[in-house]
């Protein structure tokens, strides 16, 4: 006689719903500060103008006031660092035994960017005709197509690749393999999916072949674009914008020529700053999306002194007129 098989133990201790509410302007940088935590998801809503509210679930743990109050101390230090927060609050609560991830799942909706639509693969969505289905389980990692930056990224390769079919991209932060599955969705030809988090690619992993498109999209662990090889037509990078800021001279010698750069994850008051920093590593600014307090800029290589086409202008303005 054949023993029943034992159903998989659910853990039934309480989860912790952080809530933390701060200006826009800090967004950027709580998310960051709260993503460190490794919780068991992340949403953002937004309450009232000007202000954003993250809900953050992390798992029981007799260990864990230490890192909440290292994260409420980073929270409150911030105009240290020139941000203004506005009022905080910071708010947690005990959340009835269920299965891991409930909570944060219920707030989990499909999403229509262009022709994609993205659709937690827990979540049923009608497609329309033409349109691209995605199914993304960001389990601990960042990205599901809800929050206004992947929207924004969405948005920049979707431009970017309606002309570049077949092209090669480069998804540098990659978190849930997200951008990388849209690009290959949208045409490229070869994806390289880079994440220093080894919980993000191994979601990203996880996507690529929940989405059949493992062997178009490969995923490598590492910081920038160390791990992919060659030359990018399209590198897109949704982070935030000091880490972007440093990524541009490496983004520089890693495009193809006419290749584009695009950066999400920027708040509004720091764009300008990396509109700077993008001319001196060697850009031009092809356009700013925007969503919200949210934008992505949209970058082209500058050619090179020296280069083909900068002896040609070189040559047209030494005519004579």
Known sequence: MTAPRRRPAVIRSPWVELRVTVSA?????VGEILRDLRGGGLVEERPAAGRVRFRSYLPPSRLLDGPLRAARLRIRELPRYGLDPGRITIARRRLPAQRWGTAWRAYAKAVRVGRLLIRPSWVRAAPRPGDLVMAIDPGMAFGTGMHASTRLALRGLGQALARRQGAAVFDVGTGSGILAIAAAALGAGTVWAVDSDPVATAAARANARLNGCARRVRVADGSGMGAAPGRADVIVANIVAATIIELLPEARARL????????????????RGVLRAARAAGFQKRAVLREGDWRAVVLSAR?????????ARRTRSARPR
Do not use: D, T
């Open 256 to 271: 193809a020529p006419g290749g584009l750069f695009i950066g999400s994850g920027i708040v509004a008051g720091r764009v």
């Open 25 to 29: 302007e800090a967004a950027e940088a």
């Open 303 to 311: 050619p090179r002194s020296g280069s083909p086409a900068s002896a």
